[in-house]
């Protein structure tokens, strides 16, 4: 792939399987290092997320142009991090839409400039709290609000119907024994967050991800997400009520040393193993 600061990519299609709903496609990397990438979706007139603020602008507003601009456009964040909202005021400033979302950000100014490389920083844009539980689609779909705290406070999912589709924003974790969290993660309100997901997945939901895009099986990445997780806290627990109370001496024995990008930029990223083993200590308390 060679060395990137930026990566621009960018796509858009209609899978079969979607029934006409647009799966978009960015993605983030790290020096070229490792690449993560991100997908949101557009149903009907809505954007449930809109992608990071690096991805392919040209490419992003030859989509914009494709989409008619006389129709109500709006926009659901599955939560406001800077990979779910960057695109959120191109949205807003070429089709009018309106924004909501579970919680309000004042600036974006805990994007790292480490972090403005590889997701990017979202310029702002005026938004509003959800107001209701269920909103319709000028088509006749309507997207039902599910709140799965963990990943952030203000996290959600949103259920698709009649199609029976969930986009789960960030409330699958791509590891599963989620190693590092980032600012503010509640490890155990995650945990729990999946069980109710799981739930859905059980009675036959399909499941978008934004970081494993469209899920072959839900039921088994959810249930091994749930495992691998439990795990973890069962085994800090464990070392707690042994009388191990040193935060970097439990993570080390439960995850093992962090890799180098996290000990040296685990700040910058916003992500550190230390978190995720004070998060379990303190909702054990």
Not at 60 to 76: C, E, G, Q, V
Not at 123 to 147: A, C, K, P, Q, W
Request: charged share 25%; glycine share 8%.
């Amino acid at each position: 792939m060679g060395l990137k600061l930026k990566d621009r990519r960018f796509t858009f299609s209609q899978p079969d399987g979607l029934n006409g709903i647009y799966l978009c496609r960015y993605a983030g990397t790290f020096f070229g290092l490792w690449t993560i990438n991100g997908y949101f979706l557009v149903v009907d007139n809505f954007f449930l997320d809109t992608g990071n603020p690096n991805s392919s602008h040209k490419k992003f507003i030859r989509f914009i142009n494709s989409l008619d601009p006389a129709r109500k456009w709006t926009i659901l964040n599955s939560h406001l991090h800077e990979d779910h909202c960057g695109k959120n005021y191109i949205v807003q400033k070429k089709l009018h839409a309106e924004v909501y979302a579970q919680d309000k950000v004042e600036d974006f100014s805990f994007v790292s400039r480490l972090m403005d490389h590889v997701w990017g920083r979202p310029h702002m844009f005026h938004h509003n709290l959800f107001d209701r539980d269920v909103y319709e689609t000028d088509s006749g779909r309507s997207i039902e609000v599910i709140l799965t705290p963990g990943h952030s406070d203000d996290h959600a999912a949103f259920r698709i119907m009649p199609d029976n589709i969930i986009y789960s924003g960030d409330a699958i974790p791509l590891p599963v024994k989620k190693r590092y969290i980032t600012t503010g993660e509640n490890y155990l309100a995650e945990i729990e967050s999946l069980k109710k997901l799981l739930t859905f997945a059980e009675k036959g939901s399909r499941f978008v991800s934004a970081h494993h895009g469209v899920v072959s099986d839900p039921v088994k990445l959810i249930s091994a997400r749930i495992e691998g997780m439990t795990s973890v806290v069962g085994k800090v627990k464990e070392l707690s009520a042994f009388g191990i109370t040193n935060v970097d001496e439990i993570s080390n024995k439960v995850f093992g040393k962090p890799d180098i990008i996290y000990r040296r930029l685990g700040n910058s990223i916003r992500c550190r193993q230390d978190w995720t083993v004070q998060s379990i200590l303190d909702g054990l308390k």
